[in-house]
């Protein structure tokens, strides 16, 4: 099914204005991610990088868990892409132990 230019344009312009528009609520409301930060253990009496680096060091753990967790069920399912002769088999491979080792390596700097 093609879409002419003009569908992909009000398309796209409506998709800007509700993420325009969210981003203005949210601002105008004073919304913060207090759920996120009580989950990281982020101190209350941080700020500014050290607020972001304590954030990072906390969640990198369960991040490592998660990516770790997903690899080899993406490793699995690129192999049997392959096999059937897929050419999506082998970039699903390398994105899942690309995230694995770019986890790993954002781990090891926030140390």
Known sequence: MTH??????????AASVAVLLGAYLAARLGLEADIIKRAAGVRENARGVDRLVSAANELTTPAIVAVGAITPLAMIIGGGLWMVGSRKGIPLIGGAVAALVFVGAVSGLVK
């Open 4 to 13: 002419s230019l003009s569908d992909r344009a009000a398309r796209l312009a």
